[in-house]
C-alpha cells in the first residue's frame, strides 16, 4: 500500500525567505519520489525526483529535496523565496507500479 | 521535441453532447494517463495504459472510454456530456522500467479545459 501527505495545504512566504513544503509518504516499495510544480492555468512540471541514487535531490529554480527513509519525508526546500515561486507543489510518491498524487500545497509569496 | 501534445486546449460542450480529448506523445514512453483536475483539488486517474493495446481503469472512469492503438496516441472520449465532467483535464506519460518497477517521472501536457453547459 502506498500513500503521500502533505503536511501543508497552504504556505506563505516572503521573498527573500527560505521555504520549506513538507511531505510524508508510506510505500511496501523502494519508491520513487517527485516535486511537481504548477502555475495558474499551466500543466505541471517536473520540479526533481529521487529513484533511489542520492538522498540528496537538486532539482530546477533553485529548489532541493532529501530522501530520509527513517522519517519517511521528502520535504521540499529552497533557501530563498522568489515572487516567480508562487504555484501549486504536488508530492508524488511511485511504487510497485502505482502512483500516489499528494493533494498539493499552495505556494503564496509575498513582496 | 514537442513531449505530450493535448488537444484542444478548451471547450464548451453542450449536456449529452460527445467530444475526443487527443493526446500524443514522442518521447517513446510505455506508460500513458488521464487525469482530471477539479478547482482546488488534486489529480484524480480516469484512465491509464501500459502500452499499445492495454487500458485499464483509474479512479473515475464512469462517463469516458480510451483506446490506445500507438505507443504514440492516448485519446479520451466523453460520451454524454454532464456538467460533473466540467474540469480540466491532462494527459501524461511515463517511462516505466519493469525490474524493480522504477518510475522516471511523469511529462504532462498543457492541459484541456472542459466546460458543459
Known amino acids: 500500500a502506498q500513500s503521500v501527505t502533505q503536511l501543508d495545504s497552504h504556505v506563505s512566504v516572503s521573498e527573500g525567505t527560505p521555504v520549506l513544503l513538507r511531505c510524508n509518504y508510506s510505500?511496501?516499495?523502494?519508491?520513487?519520489l517527485f516535486w511537481y510544480v504548477q502555475h495558474p492555468n499551466k500543466g505541471l512540471q517536473l520540479l526533481l525526483k529521487y529513484t533511489s541514487a542520492a538522498t540528496l535531490v537538486k532539482g530546477i529554480n533553485g529548489f532541493e529535496a532529501e530522501f530520509k527513509k527513517s522519517e519517511t519525508s521528502f520535504h521540499l526546500t529552497k533557501p530563498s523565496a522568489h515572487m516567480s515561486d508562487a504555484a501549486e507543489y504536488f508530492c508524488v510518491v511511485s511504487g510497485g507500479f502505482k502512483t500516489i498524487f499528494g493533494a498539493g500545497t499552495r505556494l503564496f509569496v509575498k513582496a | 521535441n514537442a513531449g505530450v501534445t493535448q488537444t484542444p486546449k478548451f471547450r464548451i460542450l453542450k449536456i449529452g453532447q460527445s467530444m475526443t480529448l487527443q493526446c500524443t506523445q514522442d518521447m517513446n514512453h510505455n506508460y500513458m494517463y488521464w487525469y482530471r483536475q477539479d478547482p482546488g483539488m488534486g489529480l484524480k486517474l480516469i484512465y491509464y495504459?501500459?502500452?499499445?493495446?492495454?487500458?485499464d481503469k483509474g479512479e473515475v472512469p464512469n462517463g469516458y472510454n480510451v483506446s490506445r492503438s500507438t505507443t504514440e496516441d492516448f485519446p479520451l472520449r466523453l460520451e454524454l456530456a454532464a456538467p460533473s465532467q466540467t474540469s480540466v483535464y491532462f494527459c501524461?506519460?511515463?517511462?516505466?522500467?519493469?525490474?524493480?518497477?522504477?518510475?522516471?517521472?511523469?511529462?504532462f501536457g498543457s492541459g484541456t479545459r472542459l466546460t458543459v453547459v
Open positions: 495504459s501500459v502500452g499499445a493495446g492495454i487500458t
Open positions: 510505500s511496501s516499495y523502494s519508491p520513487s
Open positions: 501524461a506519460s511515463s517511462y516505466w522500467k519493469r525490474q524493480g518497477w522504477t518510475n522516471y517521472g511523469y511529462t
